[in-house]
């Protein structure tokens, strides 16, 4: 299943954006899905988590910002993404977890006035 994010683009300070991530295959056998981001000079972490039974997890940083959901019916995982600070620019990859290691391109989000 190849992977591919889009949705990002220039945002304001407190704007949102809605990130996808199509999957060319089925995502129903799939447990974990997740969105990572890198920032500039920074390394890739891990924003927040979608499992199979539909539970999440997210990294403190976005908690009560950002919602992770999962439409599979639609092979999509989605990342909506409120309150939006500058600290959130990065590029926004999706990827199963733990990830593969083959990444796709990303969607770059900068939150900038």
């Known amino acids: 299943v190849q992977l591919q994010a889009s949705g990002g683009g220039l945002v304001q300070p407190g704007g949102s954006l809605r990130l996808s991530c199509a999957a060319s295959?089925?995502?129903?056998?799939?447990?974990?899905m997740g969105w990572y981001r890198q920032a500039p000079g920074k390394q890739r972490e891990l924003v927040a988590v979608i499992y199979s039974d539909g539970s999440t997890w997210a990294v403190d940083s976005v908690k009560g910002r950002f919602a992770i959901s999962r439409d599979n019916a639609k092979n999509t995982v989605y990342l909506q993404m409120n309150s939006l600070k500058p600290d959130d620019t990065a590029v926004y990859y999706c990827?199963?977890?733990?990830?593969?290691?083959?990444w796709g391109q990303g969607t770059l989000v900068t939150v900038s006035s």
């Open positions: 990827n199963l977890v733990p990830a593969r290691p083959s």
């Open positions: 295959g089925s995502i129903v056998s799939i447990n974990g």
